[in-house]
């Protein structure tokens, strides 16, 4: 069964895309940076402080896993 490289590619792209966005809004990295002041304008700051440290660790780490697993699954994208 031949698998289309540049479709694989495309779709390589959006999912990662559609992966990075929330990701990128927890680690509050820009251009999510902006917003992140009122999303978090009323917390308790030990809740806060829970927040933006372990949960951008937790996802930094699940992101790197993520991202190098699908980088080996993948042959045609060991290129990319």
């Known amino acids: 069964m031949m698998v289309d490289v ?9 999912a990662l895309g559609l992966i990075l966005v929330p990701i990128l809004f927890k680690l509050t990295l820009a251009p999510f ?7 978090y ?15 951008k660790i937790v996802y930094a ?3 790197l896993r993520l991202f190098l697993n699908v980088i080996d699954l993948v042959p045609e994208l060991q290129s990319f």
């Open 41 to 55: 304008a009323n917390l308790p700051i030990v809740f806060l402080l829970v927040i933006m440290t372990i949960y």
């Open 61 to 63: 780490l699940l992101f």
């Open 6 to 14: 540049s479709a694989v590619i495309i779709y390589f792209k959006l």
């Open 33 to 39: 940076s902006i917003w992140i002041v009122n999303v």
